[in-house]
């Protein structure tokens, strides 16, 4: 199984602070790479698909990038709905496998 | 607007087997290029795919547990089905049913619902 990882597991920031996430494959996944939002008690939600593609009717505040078996996730300019967990998952090679998790809370 | 609905037991007994459906509205079930998937989480183990099933009924699981899973697929209802045997407290979790689409990515998620393996 491909595992991934991510940094930090949790991170503090503020209103208006720019974000960063990075996710880790242990092998090659090219741009097979998604990223989700969970908010408690919600199903995750999608964000970006392969890697750099905005979902529709996600804000343009968050962006992806990488390739190969190393990515991140940015947030430009947190918002208040942003807190939350974010996860990201590899589909390039099945079993498909979850990031543990980056909590995003309010500092 | 797709949407999914999982529905079934929330208590189940350990070495019982665990059975879900996952109802699908605002699409059809048997699009192609759609493949519909069962994910869990658990505080424990975090976001753990189970496997998924193609209109065909063609079936991907998950090493880990593909033994002990079934999934189906009910096109006249519109729905999908997981069916876990021998289950223990391992497989506590809330279990939600996805649709994924390519590039390969969820894009609809149904609300979870929690199932608890106790005596």
């Known amino acids: 199984d491909i595992q991934m990882t991510q940094s930090p597991s949790s991170l503090s920031a503020s209103v208006g602070d720019r974000v960063t996430i990075t996710c880790r494959a242990s092998?090659?996944?090219?741009?097979?790479l998604n990223w989700y939002q969970q908010k408690p008690g919600k199903a995750p939600k999608v964000l970006i698909y392969a890697a750099s593609n905005l979902q529709n009717g996600v804000p343009s505040r968050f962006s992806g990038s990488g390739s190969g078996t190393d990515f991140t996730l940015t947030i430009s300019s947190l918002q208040p709905e942003d807190f939350a967990a974010y996860y990201c998952q590899q589909s390039y090679s099945p079993p498909f496998t979850f990031g543990p998790g980056t909590k995003v809370d309010i500092k | 607007q797709v949407q999914l609905q999982e529905s079934g037991p929330g208590l189940v007994k350990p070495s019982q087997t665990l059975s879900l459906t996952c109802t699908v509205s605002g699409d059809s079930i048997s699009s192609t290029g759609h493949y519909w998937s069962w994910i869990r989480q658990n505080p424990g183990k975090g976001l753990e795919w189970i496997g998924y099933i193609y209109y065909s009924g063609d079936t991907y699981y998950n090493p880990s547990l593909k033994s002990r899973i079934a999934m189906s697929i009910d096109a006249s209802k519109n729905q999908f089905s997981l069916s876990l045997t021998s289950v223990n407290a391992a497989d506590t979790a809330v279990y939600y049913c996805?649709?994924?689409?390519?590039?390969?990515?969820?894009?609809?998620w149904g609300q979870g619902t929690l199932v608890t393996v106790s005596s």
């Open positions: 092998q090659t996944i090219t741009t097979y």
């Open positions: 996805a649709r994924m689409i390519l590039p390969r990515y969820f894009d609809y």
